[in-house]
Nanobody, 122 residues
Framework: QVQLVESGGGLVQAGGSLRLSCAAS????????MAWFRQAPGKEREFVAC????????YYADSVKGRFTISRDNAKNMVFLQMNSLKPEDTAVYSC???????????????WGQGTQVTVSS
């Protein structure tokens, strides 16, 4: 019952910043844990960050901790990923997922957007 659409990806140089957005449909957005995952060519989809229903607790992969910030605005049905100090290894398709509980595994998220490409040049 939830549709997700990501936006904000693009091409940036190493050290630059991007803000990704995920817009959700439906009236139950505030009941879902939201997460960002990414997938680079030849690699498995990996956890990036997630945020609980109320937004008061967040979780990050070690590779992005201190550089990325996840946030949400339940009144607007929006989730964001602020990415600073970007590195070439951050290059991937970034996808937004919605689930009923906190998880580091993509299989535990029920709904997914189509993803947005982030490319970081060296």
């Amino acid at each position: 019952q939830v549709q997700l659409v990501e936006s904000g990806g693009g091409l940036v140089q190493a050290g630059g910043s991007l803000r990704l957005s995920c817009a959700a449909s439906g009236r139950t957005f505030g009941t879902y844990v939201m997460a960002w995952f990414r997938q680079a060519p030849g690699k498995e989809r990996e956890f990036v960050a997630c945020i609980i229903e109320s937004g008061v607790r967040t979780y990050y992969a070690d590779s992005v901790k201190g550089r990325f910030t996840i946030s949400r605005d339940n009144a607007k049905n929006m989730v964001f990923l602020q990415m600073n100090s970007l590195k070439p290894e951050d290059t991937a398709v970034y996808s937004c997922g919605a689930g009923k509980y906190v998880s580091y595994y993509y299989t535990n998220y029920e709904y997914w957007g189509q993803g947005t490409q982030v490319t970081v040049s060296s």
